[in-house]
C-alpha cells in the first residue's frame, strides 16, 4: 500500500483548524515524507546559529517542534537543553517518543507563551513561519520571550518569501534597533520538490 503524501498540501493551508487538521493526519508519515524530500532547513540552521557564537549550554526553546526533527539536529550542533512547544497533539507524542526534549508543551503559537516561565537565549522555529502557520508577528513574540543578545533562529522557505509581510516586519524591527541580522543565507529547504528557503539568525538588541 502507497502511504498517502502530504507535503504539497501544506503550502495550502488558510487557517489555524486546517493546519491543526492537517498535521493530525500526518504526524506519522511526516518523518519518512520530509527525509524522502531531502529536509535541509533543520541542519542549515543548527549550523547557522552554530557560527553565531551560542551558548550551548543555555536552554533552547524549538518552536512549532513537531515530532522533534529540528530538534535531532540541533542536538547534534551541540545544544545540551532542549525545550519543545507545538499545537499539535499528536505531532508532539512523536517528538516526546525521540527522547531529546526536556519538557514538551502543547501550545498555540498565535496565543500568548504563558508557558514560559523564563528568558531564553537561543529561540527556534523551523518550518514554522510559512502562510496558515506562523505569521510575520511571531517574530516580535519571540523578541519577548528572549534576553538581550539573544538569538532566534528560522528559516522562511519560498512560500513564505512570495508574503512581502515578513521581510517588512525583519526589516522595521532592524530600522527600531530592537534586532541586528547575524546570518542570513538562501538555499535548500526540500531540494527534491526544488523549495529552497532563507535561513535567517537575528539578534534581539534591547
Ligand atoms: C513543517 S512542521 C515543522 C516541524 C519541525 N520544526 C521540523 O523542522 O520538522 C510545522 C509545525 O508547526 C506547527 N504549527 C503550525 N501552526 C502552529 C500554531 N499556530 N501553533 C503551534 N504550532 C503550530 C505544526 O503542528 C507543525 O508541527
Request: charged share 20%; proline share 4%; aromatic share 10%.
Amino acid at each position: 500500500m502507497t502511504t498517502k503524501k502530504f507535503l504539497n498540501n501544506a503550502y495550502e493551508l488558510d487557517s489555524v483548524e486546517q493546519t491543526l487538521a492537517f498535521y493530525k493526519k500526518w504526524a506519522d508519515s511526516y518523518d519518512e515524507e520530509i527525509t524522502d524530500n531531502g529536509y535541509a532547513s533543520p541542519l542549515r540552521t543548527a549550523e547557522a546559529l552554530l557560527a553565531c557564537n551560542p551558548q550551548l549550554n543555555s536552554p533552547v526553546l524549538d518552536i512549532g517542534c513537531g515530532t522533534g526533527m529540528s530538534g535531532l539536529f540541533l542536538q547534534h550542533a551541540g545544544f545540551t537543553e532542549l525545550h519543545g512547544s507545538d499545537f499539535s497533539a499528536q505531532m508532539l507524542a512523536l517528538a516526546k517518543e525521540k527522547g531529546l526534549y526536556h519538557s514538551l508543551h502543547q501550545a498555540d503559537l498565535n496565543d500568548p507563551f504563558d508557558f514560559i516561565t523564563r528568558q531564553y537565549h537561543t529561540v527556534t522555529a523551523i518550518g514554522v513561519m510559512a502562510p496558515g502557520h506562523a505569521g510575520p508577528q511571531l517574530i516580535e513574540s519571540v523578541l519577548a520571550l528572549m534576553e538581550p543578545g539573544g538569538l532566534f533562529g528560522f528559516s522562511m522557505n519560498d512560500h513564505t518569501l512570495e508574503d512581502p509581510g515578513y521581510q517588512a516586519e525583519i526589516d522595521r524591527l532592524i530600522k527600531a534597533r530592537q534586532i541586528r541580522v547575524r546570518w542570513s543565507e538562501y538555499g535548500d529547504h526540500l531540494p527534491q520538490i526544488t523549495l529552497n528557503s532563507i535561513i535567517m539568525v537575528i539578534e534581539k538588541l534591547a
